[in-house]
């Protein structure tokens, strides 16, 4: 049987303490009593982003000031095939009015979410989980001790999702730095993974592991890690990515960057066009600082990632 492809808008409404917006679906909906993202279908003529504000003034009286695209997923139900259009609603106005949901609710992205929930929302729900900003360290170039205590000011800072790439550090020190590493991150409750080498992420007990593009074209599948990512230049990397069901991919370069001398930015416009509608999280990489960070998001970035500007002392 195949069914009819049906466009939906979901909004992810983030409050400001980072917890989202969860509605449970009222007793005569299909799928009576999940939870889902407040959210309906696509009508004719509308672009997912109309649906949504359309959406969320009917069914929670808000009108929507500020909103991103972030994922897009499909899903095949008994009763129709979906495809989702996850948008984020950074700004709204008006108090929230419950008018079609049974029951609201603000969900912390790191705890427990709402059970039962709508069957394609778990990738969401770990995408949600994903921080916002990677740390990607550079040990071999600064120096390991300079690098750790970099870390610990970036983790006390905020930084919650550290790469180790460190390619040119020697398998001892390298291993070492790596454990170092994962002992402060693990200490501020945050995620670290290894690029590339996956025999080193397992025997130190890392979150997962981080594909560069290369080995991201020539593995079968996904490694078996709670959490791999990628390294992306362009759509079929991205879409590499998906086929795979990886965590998050990076993309980039944004600007020029040190780490690609010679190589011209994609630039934000280049970047939300090769972003746009993917399954997946992905961060903006390349010549970008924290303050880029609206930016990033306002393209369809679920976040940036940064090598030499993470790690900078803060200037008094
Ligand atoms: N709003 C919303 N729908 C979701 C989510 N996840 C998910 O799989 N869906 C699916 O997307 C479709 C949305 O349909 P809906 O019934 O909410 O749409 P609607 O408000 O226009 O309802 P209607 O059928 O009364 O016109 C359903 O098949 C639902 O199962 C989600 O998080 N939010």
């Known amino acids: 049987m195949t069914r009819k492809r049906v466009e939906v808008a979901a909004g ?3 409050r400001e303490d980072g917890c989202y917006l969860l509605g449970q679906r009222a007793p005569d909906a299909v799928y ?3 939870w889902e993202f407040p959210g309906g279908k696509v009508e004719p003529g509308e672009s997912p982003a109309q649906a949504l504000v359309r959406e969320l003034d009917e069914e929670l009286g808000i009108r ?3 909103l991103r695209p972030w994922l897009c997923r499909e899903h095949l139900y008994e009763h129709a095939h979906v495809r989702l259009h996850f948008q984020e609603v950074a700004a709204w106005e008006g108090e929230l009015a419950d008018r079609v949901h049974s029951a609201l609710a603000w969900v912390r992205p790191e705890g427990p979410a709402r059970e039962p929930m709508l069957p394609a929302n778990g990738p969401i729900l770990k995408a949600l989980r994903l921080p916002r900003t990677m740390g990607i360290t550079q040990a071999a170039e600064i120096g390991v001790e300079v690098q750790l205590d970099a870390l610990e000011r970036a983790l006390a800072g905020g930084l919650r999702l550290v790469q180790v ?4 550090l020697p398998d001892a020190a390298r291993e070492a730095f790596a ?3 994962l002992a402060r991150v693990r200490a501020h409750g945050g995620l670290l993974v290894v690029n590339e080498d996956e025999v080193l992420a397992r025997r130190i007990g890392a979150d997962g592991v981080h594909l560069p593009a290369r080995r991201l074209m020539a593995v079968q599948a996904r490694p078996d890690f709670p959490w791999v990512g990628a390294s992306c230049h362009d759509r079929a990397g991205l879409e590499r990515a998906a086929a795979l069901e990886l965590d998050y991919a990076l993309l980039g370069p944004v600007q020029p960057t040190l780490t690609h001398p010679g190589q011209a930015g994609m630039g934000w416009e280049g970047f939300a066009s090769t972003a746009a509608g993917l399954p997946l999280p992905v961060f903006a990489l ?4 924290a303050d880029d960070m609206e930016r990033a998001r306002d393209a369809g970035a679920h976040g940036i990632a940064a090598i030499r500007a993470i790690w ?3 200037r008094d």
């Open 165 to 168: 790439r460190e390619a040119t």
């Open 12 to 14: 992810v409404l983030l």
């Open 32 to 34: 009576a009593g999940y």
């Open 312 to 314: 900078r002392p803060v």
């Open 64 to 66: 929507v000031t500020r």
């Open 179 to 181: 454990r170092a590493a």
């Open 286 to 289: 390349g010549g970008l600082a």
